[in-house]
């Protein structure tokens, strides 16, 4: 042999890979002895021993005789009958690798919002009279837990629950609206939700009041009176407010009072420490626009941050107008730009041509582009796509 | 006048839209506004023709829906219960250029069927020419004018035939850098007839090549630049506007970067988000695609030398 095994084997390795594995793979099917490549390498003999005793054979007919005998040799170096569990194995492997069945254990077909009560509206007289009531089921299936609740109802067990709302001067599609945005209202107790209505009336609260406040938040008669009443004395305390003020407070925004404590707080944080705003004018702003407490803390910051450091707008006009709180800043600093492209910048009144910050923010971008800026909607588009 | 048909307008919805991107968004939070306002505006043309009795909620809805409900045969339909017909997951869309964060400009997305157009033009990689702000005296950490400036310098010897010479000595850089991977000779025939065949593309999507680079405006500090380039990034821009800071001795970062065209798509087709209503995408999808079927060399290319 002129070439060393080593050297073909070499060769064959960097030049034809494809032949290496094909080679390899006929040893799987020919000689049944062999098992995996590890239990091999673990009984002391390498790859290369193996490949070797492979490609002799191939290569020259001279060493048919030693590779013979290693044939014989090898087998008797394993256990036969793990080498046929072996073969099984990858027998089974390549059938599934070759079969066209796949695992779809995992994969379910795609539901659309509102199929679920849709298959059972027809045949519920339920669901219907909820239906009748205007109840919005492609918007109470967004959360699942409903789905389960409402459809293991009957008519008779909220009955009276929907009574009480009526009861209480809500109009029908109203009613209709708070089953839809908080449908575990039925699930309270009726005497439980007459303690709560009870408490807001002890509060002095009128019949309007109490209309509108469960009409706006329908969350509202889910919370304790425990809750609600420490809700509403948190913000009494925090801002100083007096009983007439609280009941404004909680009629002209009644989510504010069962939003999220955590996320209030930090808005206070914001106005308080950040902004640096008297506890006085604090109660100006909760009082004339309570909405901005439901905002983004970071949202309230960049804003703020851009009506007081570039537009150079006093605090005390921040407070009397807290409505520009409530804009975003893109949407400010887009139309803060385009007066200052044409030399309109005056948010003094006492001076000509002042622009009041309210109409500034409010009113669409054509409204805005014609009255305020007095120029046409193409020019402010036009600069729109320049920024 | 008619009502239109919601669902032919949902029919006509196949091709490329032009869009505007502001900056200081990413380019998948615009693909989703981009659908839930189509879905929107789709789905008010879909209430306008069958149910509009339901839309402001008086006192006379709730009898309309006592009536629609004691009247309708399969309650399947209603739309209380089926809700809006067209669904956000029904309406694909994909973009054909990615945008950073801090870009604007020509942004262009295939919507439903167009997601194939979309596709093709990526992979064509089309020109495209940029507007880059910058400014000379300050380096900030990350290139770009939010981030903290780490660097200060003098400015004022920068002259206008300076900063001249040293872009075009990089644009031939680039352009000399592209016949040397060719493989052909910058003197001979060859080159000739590659060069009249229009700008010569690199093979691969990841190796961005500048093809014209040139000062629009040079005052004080600040400065406008021109780039026509191919597989541009982000960075790479902000990268190069550092460069050239720097080769001028002195620094300079960036304070915006605009796309003003893609291929033959610029910002004069490019639609503002305010405008993405129904009948607005509309009208530029048809603009759109009408210039796709003039230029098909958008879609694909036919010399082999260009690829």
Redesign the interface.
């Known amino acids: 042999m002129g070439l060393s095994t080593d050297y073909v084997l070499c060769f064959l390795q960097k030049m034809f890979p494809s032949i290496l594995k094909q080679l390899i793979r006929n040893r799987t099917v020919i000689k049944q002895s062999y098992s995996s490549f590890k239990d091999v390498s673990t009984n002391g003999t390498s790859i290369t021993q193996i490949l070797k005793n492979e490609i002799i054979p191939l290569n020259t007919d001279e060493n048919k005789k030693l590779a013979n005998d290693t044939e014989e040799k090898l087998p008797t170096t394993k256990d036969p009958g793990e080498a046929s569990v072996e073969l099984s194995e990858t027998d089974r492997v390549r059938a599934l690798n070759q079969s066209t069945v796949r695992d779809y254990s995992g994969v379910y077909p795609y539901i659309r919002q509102g199929s679920i009560f849709a298959s059972s509206i027809n045949d519920s007289d339920f669901l219907k009279e909820l239906l009748k009531l205007g109840v919005n089921f492609y918007k109470l299936e967004k959360n699942l837990e409903s789905i389960p609740f409402i459809q293991g109802l009957r008519f008779e067990d909220v009955k009276d629950h929907i009574i009480l709302l009526k009861e209480l001067g809500l109009e029908t599609h109203a009613i209709g609206n708070v089953i839809t945005n908080n449908p575990f209202i039925l699930k309270e107790d009726l005497e439980d939700l007459n303690v709560r209505v009870n408490y807001l009336q002890y509060k002095k609260f009128t019949n309007a009041m109490i209309a509108r406040i469960i009409e706006k938040n329908p969350n509202w008669l889910s919370q304790s009176t425990q809750e609600i009443d420490n809700k509403l004395g948190f913000f009494q305390s925090n801002f100083n407010l007096s009983g007439d003020e609280v009941r404004l407070l909680a009629v002209s925004c009644p989510r504010l009072v069962t939003w999220e404590l955590e996320k209030v707080k930090l808005n206070i944080f914001v106005l308080k420490e950040e902004m640096g705003l008297l506890p006085e004018e604090m109660k100006k702003v909760i009082l004339k626009k309570p909405k901005i407490f439901l905002n983004g803390q970071h949202r309230l910051l960049k804003t703020f941050d851009y009506l007081h450091n570039t537009m150079k707008i006093a605090i005390e006009t921040i407070v009397e107008t807290p409505e520009i709180l409530t804009c975003r800043q893109t949407r400010l600093m887009q139309r803060h730009m385009f007066l200052e492209k044409l030399g309109r910048v005056q948010y003094n009144p006492k001076k000509p041509n002042y622009v009041a910050l309210t109409t500034l923010v409010s009113g669409t971008d054509s409204h805005f582009a014609t009255e305020v800026a007095k120029s046409s909607v193409a020019a402010y588009n036009e600069f729109l796509k320049s920024l | 006048m008619v009502a239109p048909n919601s669902s032919a307008l949902w029919n006509a919805l196949k091709g490329i839209v032009c869009v505007?991107k502001?900056?200081?968004t990413s380019v998948r939070k615009l693909r989703t506004q981009l659908i839930l306002k189509i879905c929107a505006s789709l789905n008010e043309a879909d209430e306008n023709q069958f149910y509009r009795p339901f839309k402001p909620?008086t006192?006379s809805?709730?009898e309309l829906?006592?009536k629609s409900?004691d009247r309708s045969i399969?309650?399947?339909e209603?739309p209380?219960?089926?809700?809006?017909k067209f669904?956000e997951?029904d309406l694909p869309v994909s973009w054909s250029n990615y945008l950073g964060w801090n870009t604007?400009g020509v942004l262009l997305f295939g919507l439903r069927s167009g997601t194939q157009f979309a596709k093709y033009i990526r992979e064509n990689r089309s020109t495209r020419a940029y507007r880059i702000k910058g400014v000379f005296g300050q380096a900030t950490d990350n290139g770009f004018k939010n981030g903290k400036v780490i660097e200060r310098s003098t400015w004022r010897h920068i002259k206008h035939f300076q900063f001249d010479r040293i872009l075009s000595s990089m644009q031939a850089a680039h352009q000399k850098k592209m016949f040397e991977m060719c493989g052909v000779d910058m003197q001979s025939q060859l080159a000739y007839e590659l060069a009249a065949q229009g700008p010569i593309r690199p093979v691969n999507s990841k190796i961005p090549i500048v093809y014209g680079i040139k000062c629009v405006e040079y005052e004080g500090p600040g400065f406008t630049l021109e780039i026509q380039c191919i597989n541009e990034y982000e960075s790479y821009l902000v990268e190069l506007i550092q460069e050239i800071g720097i080769r001028l001795h002195s620094t300079a970062h960036c304070t915006g970067i605009k796309c003003i065209r893609h291929s033959y798509f610029t910002?004069d087709h490019?639609l503002?988000s305010?405008h993405w209503d129904i009948n607005n995408v509309l009208k530029n999808l048809n603009m759109c695609n009408s210039i796709l079927e003039e230029n098909e060399h958008v879609l694909k290319q036919k010399s082999i030398a260009l690829r």
Do not use: M
């Open positions: 505007y502001p900056p200081e909620y006192s809805t709730t829906i006592q409900v399969d309650l399947k209603h209380l219960v089926y809700g809006p669904d997951l604007s910002l490019a503002l305010k």
